[in-house]
Structures are given as structure tokens and as C-alpha cells.
């Protein structure tokens, strides 16, 4: 009856370390896909204002963006500004995303513009310490941006919009700060609406 145990035992042992062995050859195999597979980057579209422009913002009567032009007119470092609704689930998802990057992006002013309830604002605010919070409730300032879809993340440097495009997470955000976009956004949108429809 040992002699049935130690063949068990060694054929569990040698199987075992095969598995182990299988194992690691696996992960190492995955990490090598992964390094091929394409970064997510934002998608740039037309909306908002145009790359390679000043962004420049005029005070109107009745406009409520006067923290954006605040925001804005100070120059003294690159910035980001997030444009974000109460009503988008990939928002809510995103606001540690923006958190996380404010805080390791010390190099970059980092704000916000929350549209929608001020109550979930007030959510975001807590969410977003490190971020300034601009309240967006009558969706002015994001229409007067332009923006028809978020999350959306214009980069400005020296007041020159140098990027833009939706951001879902925080590789697109580090992208977009590093000032790469898919150009193509558009088409791709394109494609997608006639993929859907068919």
C-alpha cells in the first residue's frame, strides 16, 4: 500500500510542477500580448473647441462660467479641464480616475465641469478633493464649450487647446495629457452607427 502512496505522490509532485511550469509560460505569454495590444487613447471629435487654437472666453451677460475663465486665464502650468454630467454612469466611474490623476499629475492643473443635480454635484466635490469642481447646473458652460458628449477632456497648454477627446479612464486621461488622440474619431463613430443600424 506505500508503494501505491510514493507512485501518487510522485505523479501528483511531477504534475503539479508541470502545471507551475504551464502557469508562468502562460503569464508570460499574456504580458507579451498585452504589450502589443493598442493603449486606449480618446477619441478626438469635432466637438469643442479647435486643436491648435487659443482658447479664449469672453464674459456674457448671464453666463455662469466665470470659475472657467478663472480656470483658464491662469497660465502658469498646463491644464485639464473634464467635462462631466450626473446623469452619465461612465462619469460616476471615471471621478476616481480623475482623482487619482490630479494627484499624480502634479505638473497639471486638473478641473471639472459638472453638469446635472446640484445635490450630485456635491457628490463629485467630495469625490474630487484634489479637483476644482466647476457647477455646470444649467448646462451652460458645457454647451458654450460645446461639448455634446462625456466624459470629454480638453488639454491646454499655454491657453492653446493641444488635445481633446472623450476620456473613459485613466490610460485615456494620460494619453490625452501626453497629447495623444485618435484623429479619426468621426469616421469611427460612423462606423459604429451603421454597424448598430444594420
Not at 147 to 165: C, H, M, Q, S
Amino acid at each position: 500500500m506505500s508503494g501505491n502512496w510514493q507512485i501518487a505522490f510522485y505523479a501528483l509532485s511531477v504534475l503539479t510542477l508541470a502545471l507551475g511550469v504551464g502557469f508562468l509560460a502562460l503569464a508570460r505569454h499574456v504580458a507579451a500580448l498585452e504589450t502589443r495590444l493598442p493603449q486606449p487613447v480618446p477619441l478626438e471629435l469635432e466637438q469643442g473647441p479647435a486643436v491648435g487654437t487659443p482658447l479664449v472666453l469672453t464674459s456674457e451677460s448671464g453666463w455662469t462660467g466665470a470659475a472657467v475663465e478663472r480656470f483658464v486665464s491662469d497660465g502658469s502650468r498646463d491644464a485639464v479641464l473634464v467635462f462631466v454630467t450626473t446623469s452619465c454612469s461612465v462619469c460616476h466611474r471615471l471621478v476616481p480616475d480623475i482623482s487619482r490623476f490630479a494627484r499624480d499629475g502634479s505638473d497639471l492643473r486638473v478641473a471639472v465641469v459638472a453638469g446635472g443635480a446640484p445635490a450630485q454635484i456635491a457628490r463629485f466635490r467630495t469625490a474630487l478633493r484634489e479637483v476644482e469642481v466647476i457647477e455646470d447646473v444649467d448646462g451652460s458652460v458645457i454647451a458654450r464649450f460645446g461639448v455634446t458628449t462625456v466624459p470629454y477632456a480638453i488639454l491646454l497648454r499655454n491657453g492653446i487647446v493641444a488635445a481633446k477627446g472623450v476620456v473613459n479612464d485613466r490610460e485615456m486621461l494620460d494619453a490625452l495629457a501626453a497629447g495623444v488622440t485618435r484623429h479619426d474619431g468621426e469616421r469611427l463613430l460612423a462606423s459604429f452607427a451603421g454597424e448598430s443600424a444594420t
